[in-house]
Nanobody, 121 residues
Framework: QVQLVESGGGLVQAGGSLRLSCLDS????????LGWFRQAPGKEREFVAS????????VYKDSVKDRFTISRDVAKNTIYLQMNNLKPEDTAVYYC??????????????WGQGTQVSVSP
């Protein structure tokens, strides 16, 4: 059963911003490290960013550093991915997942539906 639900994607022009949300609907991962991943058409799913618990250390894919920010709101059981200065190469379906092996190793839990981010030139 999928416990993490992604939202917030959309279509933006290059240079624009979006904020993705990932709700932990079952309050299952409140003390887990969590991460964002993405999969572009015809490509493998790749790591984007992760945030630890409780120290909230963060790790980013090199190409999104200084543009993306991962954060978490424990009271709302939600993690966020603020994406600024978006580029066409950021176009992908974005997923969140719990991190079993820091900083990017996921558990065997199911993936959610993801949220589509499309960036036009």
């Amino acid at each position: 059963q999928v416990q993490l639900v992604e939202s917030g994607g959309g279509l933006v022009q290059a240079g624009g911003s979006l904020r993705l949300s990932c709700l932990d609907s079952g309050r299952t991962f409140s003390t887990s490290a969590l991460g964002w991943f993405r999969q572009a058409p015809g490509k493998e799913r790749e790591f984007v960013a992760s945030i630890s618990w409780p120290l909230r250390n963060t790790v980013y894919k090199d190409s999104v550093k200084d543009r993306f920010t991962i954060s978490r709101d424990v009271a709302k059981n939600t993690i966020y991915l603020q994406m600024n200065n978006l580029k066409p190469e950021d176009t992908a379906v974005y997923y969140c997942h719990d991190i079993a092996r820091w900083p990017s190793g996921v558990s065997f839990g199911a993936w959610g539906q993801g949220t589509q981010v499309s960036v036009s030139p």
